[in-house]
């Protein structure tokens, strides 16, 4: 779990040294990243899910996922190696979605995932582990990496919403390249993540990711 003080510290370095970010934290209050603890995996389970889907329609199908493993709140690897191939498709997921549950919760299962050790490396490497698993792509390493491990300085360029946030915030909506967008963003280290979640809040219902 992220501090208090360290998310106000954040939020107050992003209202300096982006004014136009500031308006936003104004409008939505304080981000809400780290202030609870989230099970690894379910946070994994939950990336994969969302994948190319709109927040709504991601939720929909969690809920769905969630109500036929008898998972509740928290997804846990029994729940997917217990339940049928086609019954997890049934639910909206995708033949490769339902594939990718199953071998990642065998993964967490066997000891080959271990997020203990994740916990201890940095960044990239963190990335590049989670990277080398069926279905999990840089985009789904990045949201786990906030949203599971509190990391608070990442920017995802493959997340759709996020450059969308971006372009309205700083150029009217027009497409910034890729250059053009790490520059901008640039400045909000050691806070990238909190500034992401802020830009999520302005386009909140568009499509999460790229994938």
């Known amino acids: 779990m992220i501090k208090a003080a360290t998310m106000r510290a954040a939020e107050a370095h992003l209202r300096a040294v982006d004014p136009r970010l500031g308006t ?3 409008r ?3 981000c809400t990243i780290g202030s609870k ?3 690894p995996f379910h946070v994994l389970c ?3 899910i969302s994948q190319q889907l709109s927040i ?3 939720d929909t199908i969690q809920a769905r996922v969630a109500a036929l493993t008898g998972a509740g709140a928290r997804f846990a690897p029994a729940h997917f190696i217990a339940t049928d191939h086609e019954a997890l498709r049934s639910c909206g997921l995708s033949n490769a979605k339902a594939k990718w549950l ?20 940095d960044d990239e490497a963190a990335i590049n582990t989670l990277d080398a698993l069926p279905g999990i792509g840089r985009w789904t390493a990045e949201m786990f990496l906030i949203f599971a491990l509190d990391r608070l300085d990442l920017f995802s360029l ?15 909506g027009a497409k910034l390249d890729d250059a053009a967008s790490l520059a901008l963003v640039a400045r ?14 302005v386009v909140d219902g568009d499509v999460a990711a790229a994938g």
């Open 24 to 26: 936003v934290i104004d």
């Open 28 to 30: 939505h209050g304080p």
């Open 37 to 39: 603890r989230r099970d």
């Open 46 to 48: 939950s990336s994969i």
């Open 56 to 58: 709504k329609a991601a």
């Open 102 to 121: 199953r071998a990642l919760a065998e993964a967490a299962a066997n000891g080959t995932l271990d997020f203990a050790k994740l916990r201890k490396m």
């Open 158 to 172: 493959g997340d759709v919403g996020l450059r969308n946030g971006l372009n309205r915030l700083h150029n009217g």
């Open 188 to 201: 909000w280290a050691p806070y990238r993540s909190v500034g992401s979640w802020y830009l999520w809040r």
